[in-house]
């Protein structure tokens, strides 16, 4: 079965084909500049046979960004049979995929505002879909969907009931796709069922990162909160901050919530504090004349590794018996450095790096721990989009 | 030496009486509401009138060598216990735009105290000041420079004095080199705070730029998302004063709960089966915090309680100490635990007391 995934964006739609069981990955590509012009036009990019292509085509909003990638799929023979898209915030009304009807796309209206960013994007592409194929069946795969398993002393705020109530205040838990999917790769590494694994999971992106902890193959805690922003410092988010700080921008910024939020969303994390990239890695190559790290690059880089190993002993003490640590995404999966200065002196968690295992540019997966450490650290190549399309195929045949 | 300590609160001034180690319970108040006074000045004379009748009355007191007071917040200014002086009054006066609630109430209360209190030594004891040696990752925030600079934003702790207290309990009683010993410290007031310190340095606490930040207090949120602050503004309508009333008075265990109850309350062995989510939620973030001061310290030699609630590490720390016990590791001893039952009014005596001797030594030496 061919499972067309898209991941959408408020101006761009990135797509893979996975074909299933196989899990073969058989055309990818990305929609870009959808919407009103901007100096460069729309562009349909595109890799089929390892290929890859690109051709200009005019895209003013997700209904003719989906035209255009059917027909050019249907063109190369690649018809899907099933489509899966990503929604990156379910609330609490949704905490499992689904096969999507009217009635789910009626209440999938009611969350938009949870992710104002990323939710009406692929809302948008939903209805796209259902009227241009509407026999084409669509499944929805929800980030938060794998944190729903977050006991509620864990995602309560101690905020008064009635305002939790009413605003619906909780902590949901982000990047849950890709947290389940390298804990399921972990479990087959270390060869034990998926619900016994008990693992941390840091998913370290070049633009959001969380970390994860996992009991028995469920999530039980995730360091992004009620938004993407709360937990670790990220490349233009701040992470964790006193409420005080908030409300002192707010005064600041007499009221305007919207330029507190930009400032803390955009304009902090590893770009706010380096004030010359988001990028970690570019953070840990910047060198003065005399060769040493720059003063300002050092202490960005200290900050960023220090909130990620205090959220690690924290998450190990709440695992408790941890199998494995996972690194993931882009900075996990390229950066030793930063899972060296993570993990290094945690012997007292029975976590022990290998600093020579950990340089090796070997393929992934692989274990970068000490043999004789007891907690395994893996590093693993995560795969959403994959993810996404295991799920939606176990979704269909449950169905049929 | 007699010592008068005051404790200004938020709400509550404390004041208590020390001849040497005995603390003199007749002169202990706790004056409510102290703040809301047309004239603080005359109020601040009155009450430490009533003390001076009161302790030349009841225990033949005439005169207090010390006079120490509790201020919560010295910036990076105060990094030590002070006796006043001019050139520390403008120090403090320079405080002021970083806490405008409290200072001014400082100032005014040793205003008092130097009039009335003609022959006492005062001495200032900052929460803050145990704090200024936290290292740049730690107190930092992933906010721009500019903003951090110009809003004056760093990570402090706000019961130094407990913690520091702790430490020189842990070297008294000779526990391990001062440089290596790795201590958990857990300060269990109103308003809790863990701190992780090896030696004399702390490492890692929960507290923030303010004490709103970390573990969730008898009325104070506690660790929370940014964005939820936003949102109270933006769908409320609410401004900062709003939403600093409810998160410093309405939320913690009052917000968990819906009543007015304390730590203490909330894990004692006839508790309410309504409080089970607040209790699990108070132990989980407690060890959360554990667990980050372990990564911070690379180890935890000891845990050690103080604070009003301090009793409580009787039910908290063996269940701590288990969840910090991983398997396969090269763990030599257990980590051990200890209670520290100083009330913060003989911390704060002592603290004066300390610091008047080491000057007196000063001065002999010079």
Redesign the interface.
Known sequence: MNILIFNCGSSSLKYKIIRMPDQEEVAGGEAQRIGPKTAEPSRLVYRIAGKQHSVQVDMTDHYEAFQRVIEHLVEHDLTPELVAHRMVHGGTLFNQPLILTDHIIADLETIQDLAPIHNPPALALIKACRQLQPDLPQAVVFDTAYHATI????Y??????A?REK?G?R?FGFHGTSHWYVAGEAARLLRIPFDELNAVSCHLGSGGASLCAIIRGKSVDNTM???P??GL??ST????????????????HT?D?DA??N??NK????L??S?MSADIRDILNARSADGDMTS?AL?TS???T??I??????????V??PHAIIFTDTIGESVPEVRREVCM??????VRLDPERNLEPAALPRDVAAPDG?VRIFVIATNEELAIAQQAYSLMKSAA | MNTLVLIPGMNTLKTSVFAGDRQLLGCSRAIKDYRHTADIQTTFTNILGALGETSRATYGIDYFEVCAIDIPYGGEIFSRPVPVSEDVLERLRGLIDQSPLYIPVILSLIDACRRVLHDSEIVLIFETAFFTKLPPREYMYALPPSVMKTLKIRRFGYHGSFHEAVVAGCRYAGKGTIKSHKLLSVCLEPQPEVAAIIGVKPVMVTSGVSPLEGLPGQTTCGELDPSIVLRLADELGWGPEQINLTLTTQSGLKGLTGKNVTLSDIFSSDASPEYALTRDLIRYQLLQAAGSGMAAMGDIDEICFSGRHAALGEQLAPWLVERLTFKGTNRTRPISWSIYTASHERIIANTAHVMLIQKKMKCRAC
């Open positions: 006991p509620p002393y864990a309560t705020y101690a905020l008064p009931a305002l605003l205040i902590k909160g009620y938004s922003l709360q410092m990220m988010r701040c992470g964790d901050l006193d409420p005080a700080v908030v409300m002192t921008l707010l005064a600041e009221g919530s507190v939020q400032t803390l304009k902090s994390g590893v706010g504090m004030g300002t202490i200290r900050v960023y220090w909130r190993r205090k959220y690690l002993g924290s998450y190990l003490a709440v408790r018996e002196n945690l012997e007292t968690f029975g007891r």
